[in-house]
């Protein structure tokens, strides 16, 4: 039985994640659910957005569904843990738990409006150094400056988990992307570290692509790719173009890896606009979950949702709004649950 710590978070969080946990439960995966709040409401009812008990739950548990959160700005709740202080409750976590890798499954589904066909990639993203160190200063007046920074260790340990996780799926071929033609250091150590792990997967094949080509080529054929490697910067831009690519942020579900804890959500918000208004699309979670069970060897589980879902989708008659249909989310919900029966 794997022990699950449950973040409901902010806005529409509640209602995806009690979507995901109900479809779940139906597909008989051997899960359980401790469920700890974080976000805008636990700041209220505590003071604290990112209670300790959070952080202890998932480094117990070493599993994380997570709703998205809403971070209250300014000094009634700051994000704190310890001393530390945090811009929001997904930085602390991500922080506090050490999670470098975050990846973003990139597909086509049935029924889901979008400008392509056949897309299904997965964007691996570094998610512990680059540009968003943060360190940033003013070097007089008129003149800011931002350090960007790379190193092999990182590098490596990114390009060598995108590596076994596209082994694990059968996937043969990892594109590696950078600007190492103008940052020769910081983008060439990136490249040159993906190549020397290369070396250990000789059944796999690593190709490279200058980001701005990528870009292009994205928009052209994305369905010709199959892994996207990619520093904390241009993760975070190709990430959000993944997402157009196959309909936007109803369909982004995502991971967050580290050496220890793995934490899924969905890439939207809290939706503060149709909150408690049973609108929301619950898929982003549901996929998310699914990516979870996968993660830890519940395919059968997983399968069976995914069945569901893609019958849910493909009939579009339980469908929300952003889907083009006129259901809520809990019949949208009910009508997954139903196909799992
Ligand atoms: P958002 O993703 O919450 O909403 C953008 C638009 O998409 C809104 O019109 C919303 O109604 C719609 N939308 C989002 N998810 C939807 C769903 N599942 N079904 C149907 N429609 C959906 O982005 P926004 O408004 O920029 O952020 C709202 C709050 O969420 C902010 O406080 C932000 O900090 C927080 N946030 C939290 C994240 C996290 O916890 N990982 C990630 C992104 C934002």
């Known amino acids: 039985m794997h022990r699950i710590t449950l973040v409901p978070g ?24 401790e469920v700890q709040e974080a976000g805008m409401r636990a700041g209220e009812k505590t003071g604290r957005p990112l209670p300790d008990a959070v952080i202890e739950s998932i480094r117990k548990n070493k599993l994380a569904l997570k709703g998205p959160t809403q971070t209250p700005f300014g000094d009634p709740y700051p994000v704190m843990v310890g001393d530390r202080v945090y811009p929001s409750v997904a930085i602390g976590l991500r922080k506090e738990l050490g999670f470098y890798a975050a990846v973003r499954p990139i597909k086509n589904y049935p029924g889901v409006k979008s400008r392509y066909d056949n897309v299904d990639l997965i964007i691996f993203r570094e998610n512990s150094e680059d540009l968003y160190l943060g360190i940033e200063r003013m070097v007089d007046a008129d003149t800011a400056e931002a350090t960007k920074r790379i190193t092999r260790g990182a590098s490596e340990r990114i390009a060598r988990f995108a590596f076994e996780y596209l082994k694990k799926l059968g996937r043969k071929r990892l594109t590696v992307v950078h600007k190492a033609n103008v940052l020769k250091l910081t983008d060439g150590l990136f490249l040159k570290a993906a190549q020397d792990v290369a070396r250990d997967y000789p059944d ?6 200058v980001i701005d080509a990528l870009c292009m080529e994205l928009v052209i054929k994305p369905e010709t790719f199959d892994g ?3 520093q904390n910067l241009y993760g975070d831009i190709v990430s959000d173009l993944g997402a157009g690519l196959v ?11 580290g050496p220890d804890c793995a934490m899924f959500e969905a890439v939207h918000g809290s939706a503060p606009d149709i909150a408690g208004k049973d609108l929301a699309n619950p898929m982003s979670l549901i996929l998310s979950a699914l990516m979870l069970l996968r993660y830890i060897g519940e395919n059968q589980a997983a399968d069976r949702i995914d ?22 989310t809990r019949e949208m919900t009910q009508a997954i649950v139903a196909k799992l029966k």
């Open 10 to 33: 902010d806005g529409i969080g509640p209602e995806v994640t009690q979507s995901a946990r109900e479809v779940v439960t139906a597909a008989g995966a051997n899960v359980e659910w």
């Open 247 to 257: 309909g936007g942020l109803g369909v982004a579900p995502g991971a967050n890896i």
């Open 228 to 230: 996207l490697l990619l």
């Open 307 to 328: 069945r569901a879902l893609t019958a849910v989708l493909s009939e579009k008659k339980h469908v929300t709004r952003d889907l083009g249909g006129t259901a809520g």
């Open 204 to 209: 796999m094949e690593l190709d490279s692509r």
